[in-house]
């Protein structure tokens, strides 16, 4: 539910109504806006009773929130959230963000190989996971916490952001005390307890949808994180597991415009898992530019056939490059612009 006060309220009537909250048992959070104060209620499984609420100074209406992911939704936040990371970098503003890197960290060459090639072609974030959940258990995991150092060398040498994954507790730490944003996975989309840890993380965090979640079911698992405080979230739509099989996934592109019409909350798209075959990952890549994602998410190797992971979906740097320069097109002629690298180490 969210109380919205009367333009102009005085603090004192703001305090009052979240007293009352607090009263009636539930959590408040005030929000201060451009042209009006909100307080928002939460804790609430279910329609509460308004009625000690409405009537109280400086109250100018009370709004049920239908939906289920609350503070999540556009009834609770009408305008979109801009999540502001280093650098002046926004995702979720006018500017389109690319993040690019290659699936797994591997070695220190091939990290900070990556790095210069993608921060060449226009990305502005270093992605690669120290951490890979792979099906098989005999597949190549990751590095680890040594993969966070490499990150950490590129990213200064670079000047890119970082945004790698943390699979469990102990790596959401690991991982929020280095990285720009954290990601949690598909495979993790709902294990509520590690969307509690990285709810209280301090740090951004993207979330990607679930093999066979539904759109409800990523906002309400982006709800675990604005619950805890943390309102700086960026969705990731990686495709859903589909009857059809050409594809390693069925990308729901229709999934962006849908996303921003219920949420407040950014939408990246990554057309490397969405696709899993480079030929359809530039296409894609085109594709939800225009269908307005705030982002993408793109794997790029330096040498593709000798990643130790999904080299299939992999692109070459200068298919990179190419798709950077058509992005910048795309993005220009829907109004917007794709964010530019930093200086640094140019
Ligand atoms: C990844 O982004 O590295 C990854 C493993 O993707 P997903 O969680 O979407 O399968
Ligand atoms: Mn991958």
């Avoid at 929130?65 to 979720?92: C, F, I, M």
């Amino acid at each position: 539910m969210l109380i919205v006060m009367r333009h102009g309220a005085t603090a004192d009537e703001v305090q009052k109504v979240v007293s009352v909250i607090e009263e009636m048992g539930y959590q408040s959070t005030p929000m201060p806006g451009a042209q009006r104060t909100a307080v928002g209620l939460v804790g609430n499984d279910g329609r509460v009773d308004a009625s000690r609420l409405e009537g109280l100074p400086g109250v100018q209406e009370v709004i049920h929130v239908s939906k289920p992911y609350k503070q999540v939704s556009r009834e609770w936040r009408p305008e979109p959230t801009v999540v502001k990371l280093a650098g002046g970098v926004t995702v979720g503003g006018t500017e389109v963000v690319a993040m690019a890197g290659p699936c797994s960290l591997e070695t220190e060459r091939q990290v900070l190989e990556s790095a210069r090639i993608v921060k060449e072609a226009g990305a502005v974030i270093l992605r690669g996971g120290a951490w890979k959940p792979r099906s098989s258990p005999y597949s190549f995991q990751g590095l680890g916490r040594p993969g966070l150092k490499l990150l950490a060398k590129a990213r200064e040498e670079t000047g890119l952001l970082i945004c790698t994954e943390a699979m469990d507790p102990d790596g959401v730490g690991w991982v929020s005390e280095m990285a720009d944003i954290v990601q949690i996975g598909a495979r993790n989309m709902q294990n509520f307890s590690l969307l509690k840890v990285a709810g209280r993380c301090g740090k951004p965090i993207l979330l990607k949808r679930g093999i066979s979640a539904t759109i409800v079911e990523l906002l309400l698992s982006a709800e675990y994180l604005l619950a805890e405080g943390n309102y700086d979230v960026i969705l990731c739509e990686r495709g859903v597991r589909s009857f059809d099989t050409m594809t390693r996934n069925l990308f729901d592109l229709t999934a962006i415009p849908v996303v921003h019409k219920l949420s407040h909350l950014p939408i990246i798209a990554d057309p490397s898992h969405g696709t899993g075959l480079r030929d359809k990952v530039i296409p894609m890549a085109r594709a939800a530019i225009a269908a307005g994602a705030d982002g993408i998410m793109v794997e790029v190797h330096p040498n593709p056939e000798e990643a130790l992971s999904d080299g299939a979906q992999t692109l070459y740097p200068d298919q990179f490059t190419q798709l950077m320069r058509e992005v910048r097109i795309i993005a220009e002629a829907i109004g917007r612009r794709v964010a530019e690298p930093a200086a640094v180490g140019a």
